[in-house]
């Protein structure tokens, strides 16, 4: 990377700095004040965000209010309102081996977080996080995907004509501007992506042990058992799958269906695509595209060499790619083994819990994990058993709307978790405070100790 603009970013962690001290004096008040302006500006600014979208990801009006600017206000509703307790010392009861102690949680910023952040809901993912580091007292550099560069565009306009660049400044740029920004040091990461780049972040982190979050990918399932609603279930699942065209990071990856109502469920999931996209998706103005050539030539060679019972058609130059469904995928397939992301569902039936057992622990700690079933002895069982960052019973995607739920993955599909308060605690240090008075002291704790210890073992016994 060139030194200039090593150098520029060097200067622009320096200002954040200077600020990041003055901000930590200014008080929550200002913070608060431009979480609204904010809020107002994204108000006026919706049909440029939406028309952004489009051009991106072909995103319908309807899936870039609801999946992105919604998520966004609600967010910042949450945080106007109740920033001020967050904020706020907590006092917690004192332990009696420091009687008598007042004791309490302050809550600092890190100081200078960087972001980056994927393509896919390139607005609130880039948002949401960033409302989180703000709020709490942080600085943040924001490296968008290069993805999506016309929702890059109006994020930095967004955001500059609200923060002063000392505060937050957005980046443009690609995976070579990300490496330069990861050379220095910060105070604390953020990043959504591929696991694959997750790794490579967090190598960087390593360097300067800078604390990180990583919210990545992976495969998400979705449990069918036989007594489940095979309608509604159809219904849910093409929902989560299809909306912004596949390319949801916890979208259902695969269906493991009880070999007995697998057909059943084939037959109620076209049928569920034709109500929602018609019988040719290509034509209706409520299915997205594929980001770009590249992710599209990916998601035709998963289609090699697998049965495709529904869809499977595509366009290339226009980006389009059906609504696609797949049975039994090989196990060494590409499709059977990573991530899918994008509008191809593999449906695989099982006949027994250790056939599921099976895929499961091959294919794991996934995102999401979606259950459909009436029966709560399996539901209970399966979703102890497994890890995964979050699950849903008898819904698809439907945990991410709730911004009372931590959201997050584990091991392979990430570490931390963020969304309302949980962001203000993510993007805090919690400083623990024990203070002391001198009008009592156990003369027992300093040296010269006491000959027995059967009297201080009764004593720590009683409290
Ligand atoms: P990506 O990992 O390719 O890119 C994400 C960001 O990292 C981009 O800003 C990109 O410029 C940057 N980047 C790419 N290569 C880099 C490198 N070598 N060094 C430093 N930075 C680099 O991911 P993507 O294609 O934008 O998004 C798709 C992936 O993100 C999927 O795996 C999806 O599951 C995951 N995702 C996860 C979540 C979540 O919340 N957990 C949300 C959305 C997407």
Not at 169 to 192: H, K, M, N, P, S
Not at 266 to 284: H, P, R, T, V
Not at 422 to 444: E, G, M
């Amino acid at each position: 990377m060139e030194t200039k603009i090593l150098n520029d970013f060097k200067q622009i962690r320096k200002d954040q700095q200077l600020f990041f001290e003055k901000l930590k004096t200014e008080g929550i008040s200002s913070r608060i004040d431009h979480l609204k302006n904010l809020k107002r500006l994204i108000n006026k600014r919706e049909s440029k965000i939406i028309e952004a979208l489009s051009a991106d990801l072909g995103k319908p009006s309807f899936e870039s209010y609801t999946s992105e600017i919604l998520m966004v206000q609600k967010e910042l509703d949450l945080f106007i309102k109740n920033l001020k307790s967050w904020a706020a010392p907590k006092r917690v009861s004192g332990s009696l081996l420091n009687f008598p102690s007042k004791d309490y949680i302050l809550y600092e910023p890190y100081g200078k977080v960087l972001m980056i952040s994927p393509w896919n809901y390139p607005f609130q993912l880039a948002l949401i996080p960033l409302i989180g580091a703000v709020a709490t007292g942080n600085t943040v550099v924001l490296k968008p995907s290069e993805s999506a560069p016309h929702t890059t565009k109006v994020i930095a306009e967004l955001l500059s004509e609200i923060f002063p660049n000392n505060w937050v400044q957005v980046i443009e740029g690609d995976a070579e501007i990300a490496q330069a920004l990861l050379e220095l040091q910060w105070d604390y990461i953020f990043f959504t992506g591929s696991t694959t780049v997750g790794k490579i972040i967090a190598k960087s982190a390593a360097i300067h042990l800078t604390p990180l979050t990583l919210e990545l990918g992976g495969k998400s399932p979705c449990i069918v058992d036989g007594s489940t609603n095979i309608e509604k279930t159809a219904r849910r699942i093409i929902f989560g799958k299809f909306i912004n065209c596949g390319q949801t990071c916890i979208a259902p990856d695969y269906i493991l269906v009880k070999q007995e109502i697998k057909q059943s469920l084939i037959d109620a999931l076209i049928k569920e695509i034709e109500k929602a996209f018609g019988q040719d998706s290509s034509k209706s103005k409520d299915y997205g595209r594929i980001i770009h050539q590249k992710h599209f030539d990916k998601l035709i060679n998963n289609l090699k060499d697998q049965k495709v019972v529904y869809g499977g058609k595509y366009d290339k130059q226009n980006l389009f790619f059906s609504p696609t469904l797949v049975v039994d995928p090989p196990k060494k397939s590409q499709l059977y083994q990573e991530e899918i992301f994008g509008p191809i569902l593999s449906i695989i039936g099982y006949n027994n819990e250790e056939e599921i057992d099976d895929v499961l622990t091959e294919l794991k700690n996934p995102l999401a994990f979606y259950v459909f079933s009436k029966r709560k002895k399996f539901i209970r069982k399966i979703i102890q058993r497994y890890p995964f960052g979050g699950a849903v019973i008898n819904d698809s995607i439907v945990h991410f709307a709730n911004p009372n739920l931590p959201f997050g993955g584990i091991g392979q599909s990430g570490m931390g978790a963020y969304h309302g308060k949980h962001s203000f605690d993510l993007f805090s240090h919690s400083k623990p405070i024990v203070k002391r008075s001198f009008w009592f002291d156990l003369p027992q704790r300093y040296a010269p100790y006491p000959k027995s210890i059967s009297t201080l073992k009764w004593i720590l016994k009683k409290i």
